[in-house]
């Protein structure tokens, strides 16, 4: 079965601040892929990186950044120099299949990111 | 950008009504999904189809029910709307081929009185 643990609740920064949300996954799958999704106070969920298991490479898109670490099976998400508009709640979630076999993606909890100005 | 929409964005009902919630994609996407995300945050997948006429339940028990007969088109309906069906609805949808992103409407919150 697979799971997704996003440890931390809520976290509530100042301004300018760097800030790292937590992602750890269980998987069973040699070949799987990991997502970020970002929630606005609107509710709509926002895309924001896909990586599959054979890509451990880090990836930096602007103030955003992951790593991704096979060997402690995390995905963890950095926002540097955070914003205001960065206040959302931000889901990881990991490819996974039903027991029929069909895909799903598998959600964590969320971790929702408060930044103060 | 994505281009998925769902109407109505708020609703607000009495019990006992039977409602229907729109999604609609112009992507041409196989795949669409209906999640229902609790006040916790968590999202709860509740519906899921590969393509027309094909609809599966998800993860999480629902009472509501959906029919795919146009590819772009998802809606899901409560026979008789109950408090406890009170949430926030979202529908997604993705590729076929591979783990692809879902994409995600920007929801219906639905409060049942």
């Known amino acids: 079965a697979q799971k997704v643990t996003q440890a931390q609740t809520e976290i509530s920064v100042v301004e300018k601040e760097d800030v790292t949300l937590d992602c750890v996954y269980e998987?069973?799958?040699?070949?799987?892929?990991l997502f970020w999704y970002k929630q606005p106070p609107s509710g709509e969920l926002v895309f924001l990186i896909r990586r599959n298991s054979f890509d451990e490479q880090n990836e930096i898109s602007g103030r955003y950044s992951w790593n991704f670490q096979k060997s402690t099976s995390s995905f963890n998400f950095t926002i540097t120099a955070s914003q205001v508009v960065d206040s959302a709640v931000y889901f990881c979630a990991l490819s996974g299949t039903f027991q029929g076999g069909s895909e799903k993606l598998v959600f964590g909890k969320g971790t929702k990111l408060t930044v103060n100005p | 950008e994505a281009d998925i929409y769902q109407t109505p964005r708020y609703l607000v009902i009495g019990t006992g009504k039977k409602i229907t919630l729109e999604c609609s994609q112009t992507m041409g996407h196989d795949k669409m999904y209906w999640y229902q995300q609790d006040p916790g945050m968590e999202l709860h997948l509740i519906h899921y189809s590969y393509g027309v006429n094909s609809t599966e339940k998800g993860d999480l028990s629902s009472e509501s029910t959906v029919s795919r007969i146009r590819t772009e088109h998802f809606p899901l309906t409560l026979e008789s709307a109950r408090p406890s069906h009170t949430s926030q609805y979202l529908c997604?949808?993705?590729?076929?081929?591979?783990?692809?992103?879902?994409?995600f409407g920007p929801g219906t919150r639905l409060t049942v009185l």
């Open positions: 997604a949808s993705s590729w076929t081929s591979g783990y692809n992103e879902q994409f």
């Open positions: 998987t069973r799958d040699t070949t799987y892929y």
